[in-house]
T-cell receptor, first 115, second 112 residues
Framework: ETGVTQTPRHLVMGMTNKKSLKCEQHLGHNAMYWYKQSAKKPLELMFVYSLEERVENNSVPSRFSPECPNSSHLFLHLHTLQPEDSALYLC??????????????FGPGTRLTVL | QKEVEQNSGPLSVPEGAIASLNCTYS??????FFWYRQYSGKSPELIMFIYSNGDKEDGRFTAQLNKASQYVSLLIRDSQPSDSATYLCAVATTSGTYKYIFGTGTRLKVLA
């Protein structure tokens, strides 16, 4: 138990559906991240929020839309996904700031399958 | 050239041996280096971080950093079957754009 929770743990959706992934951290951190993990590929950083402002958006398709209403919660809104978007989506949190000495704590992930 | 490179393995070592996991990175501006362990079906968990040249020890784990060679390694002494997992190297830099890049990971198998 890392102090980072994610719901749902598993999600199956059709390409026309709209769904949201939720992440919550109980560590007092103020930076949160979304990663995508596909088989045989490195973890891909999708979005970074630091102090509730988006500071990184790594050319992620617009069918993925993040939201960070406060420093403890992070959402990933999904719409009109493609089968290649099927992956494990991981949320992480850390202390904020430009210091790079900030280890990240990961949630258990949401296993997403797009049919 | 990949930004963070690791041999995908599997690296097989007998129980009780030293497992040596290696990682190279391309950005000389990288400042912090992390090792995560990921069991199958689980999320990554941090084992160690290092940001100064040299060795850093924590229990059975030693991280080694050589910035001149752009190389970071993780040694696991007295390897146990429970150490069998994928080990991810991550490299962070805040020079300019924030970057936190993971390697593809090395799968370690410790044979009982």
């Amino acid at each position: 138990e890392t102090g980072v929770t994610q719901t749902p743990r598993h999600l199956v959706m059709g390409m026309t559906n709209k769904k949201s992934l939720k992440c919550e951290q109980h560590l007092g951190h103020n930076a949160m991240y979304w990663y995508k993990q596909s088989a045989k590929k490195p973890l891909e950083l999708m979005f970074v929020y630091s102090l509730e402002e988006r500071v990184e958006n790594n050319s992620v398709p617009s069918r993925f839309s993040p939201e960070c209403p406060n420093s403890s919660h992070l959402f990933l809104h999904l719409h009109t996904l493609q089968p290649e978007d099927s992956a494990l989506y991981l949320c992480a949190s850390s202390r904020a700031g430009q210091s790079s000495y900030n280890e990240q704590f990961f949630g258990p992930g949401t296993r997403l399958t797009v049919l | 050239q990949k930004e963070v490179e690791q041999n995908s393995g599997p690296l097989s070592v007998p129980e009780g041996a030293i497992a040596s996991l290696n990682c190279t990175y391309s950005d000389r501006g990288s400042q912090s280096f992390f090792w995560y362990r990921q069991y199958s079906g689980k999320s990554p968990e941090l084992i160690m971080f290092i940001y100064s040249n040299g060795d850093k020890e924590d229990g059975r784990f030693t991280a080694q950093l050589n910035k001149a060679s752009q190389y970071v390694s993780l040694l696991i002494r007295d390897s146990q079957p429970s150490d069998s997992a994928t080990y991810l190297c991550a490299v962070a830099t805040t020079s300019g754009t924030y970057k936190y890049i993971f390697g593809t990971g090395t799968r370690l198998k410790v044979l009982a």
